[in-house]
């Protein structure tokens, strides 16, 4: 399965942007599905992620401003960036998951990857 992210850009602070990944297959047998970021010079983090059951998880820098949300029928990931910040910029991630997080699914590295879009937040 082959994923690729779309709807990234430039915004200006406390503006929205959606982000949409579409797998090229069946995202129902993921464990776990979410997006990663990479801002230049920091580490690649996981912000927010979603597995089969229970309440999503969403990273401190995150909670409260952002929302992820999966489409089986579509084979789709989105993530709404809300009240974005200059320090949201960073290339983000789609990842998924599948037998490596059948119990934790939000340390565990993810196994599949699309190949980033920019998000920059500026004035």
């Known amino acids: 399965v082959q994923l690729a992210e779309s709807g990234g850009g430039l915004v200006q602070p406390g503006g929205s942007l959606r982000l949409s990944c579409a797998a090229s297959?069946?995202?129902?047998?993921?464990?776990?599905m979410g997006w990663y970021r990479q801002a230049p010079g920091k580490e690649r983090e996981l912000i927010a992620a979603?597995?089969?059951?229970?309440?999503?998880y969403y990273g401190e820098s995150v909670k409260g401003r952002f929302t992820i949300s999966k489409d089986n029928a579509k084979n789709m990931l989105y993530l709404q960036m809300n009240s974005l910040k200059p320090e949201d910029s960073a290339v983000y991630y789609c990842?998924?998951?599948?037998?490596?997080?059948?119990?934790?699914?939000?340390?565990?590295?993810?196994?599949?990857w699309g190949q980033g879009t920019q998000v920059t937040v500026s004035s």
């Open positions: 297959g069946s995202i129902f047998s993921f464990n776990a």
């Open positions: 979603k597995n089969r059951v229970g309440s999503p």
């Open positions: 990842a998924a998951c599948g037998l490596p997080c059948t119990t934790q699914w939000i340390t565990t590295p993810y196994d599949y």
